[in-house]
């Protein structure tokens, strides 16, 4: 609880509306000019920016929120789509945030939540950008946890944001070979894909070209 209350009483996150989580320092560092581009002139994803602004702009209204996993190949505006969203809505809804968390420092958004959680009048977007596993390791237990509430359930002013090239986080071969083996099928996969069934909203991205 003293991390907590240093942590407020610095008054943060009052500086910006857009963050990233500096772990060394278990702090944040406000982010002066985000790198995106206006919503409008994303195209070939109207589908997409529909979904995402809808489930957004609830979140920044109190409404009922899903997390949320952007899934495709790499390079088709994914993490660009989170960004544009977020600053259009944001300069409508004040208390609406986005903290970035970088992929290696996963294991500290057992740390974020109790902080935000401490906010009510805030909303905040925890956004991780490129997540992908190769194995079940602490970190995708940690995410897991987080995702099923573990012990409290997650807090309603957080939404987390996910982007990934893998549409189960987790390669393609690997759930492939689970289900082709004989011995414990339905268990392995299961285990392999259930982070990504935590998130109550996917949204795929394709080859723009197709």
């Known amino acids: 609880m003293g991390f907590i209350t240093f942590f407020l009483r610095k008054n943060l996150l009052n500086k910006g509306n857009a963050f990233v989580w500096n772990s060394k320092e278990k702090n944040i560092k ?29 979140f920044a209204i109190g409404n009922f929120t899903n997390n949320a ?7 088709n505006g994914k993490s660009t789509l989170i960004k544009s969203v977020f600053l259009k809505l944001s300069q409508k809804y004040t208390s609406l945030k986005l903290i970035q968390l970088k992929r ?14 401490e906010l009510p009048n805030m909303r905040f977007i925890i956004f991780i950008d490129d997540l992908s596993f190769e194995k079940i ?12 509430g573990s012990i409290q359930n ?57």
């Open 30 to 58: 406000a982010i002066k000019k985000i790198n995106t581009i206006d919503l409008k002139l994303l195209v070939g994803v109207e589908k997409q920016k529909k979904i995402l602004l809808k489930n957004t702009e609830n």
């Open 69 to 75: 996993l952007l899934w495709g190949t790499r390079g």
């Open 104 to 117: 290696n420092n996963i294991f500290d958004i057992e740390k974020i939540y109790p902080i935000l959680s």
């Open 137 to 148: 390791d602490s970190d995708y237990k940690i995410i897991k946890s987080t995702l099923d």
């Open 154 to 210: 997650q807090p309603t002013n957080i939404v987390l944001y996910v982007t990934s090239n893998r549409r189960h986080l987790m390669p393609r071969d690997m759930i492939d070979n689970e289900r082709s083996s004989a011995i414990h099928t339905d268990e392995s996969v299961e285990e392999k894909i259930s982070l990504s069934d935590r998130f109550g909203l996917w949204i795929g991205f394709h080859n723009l070209s197709q």
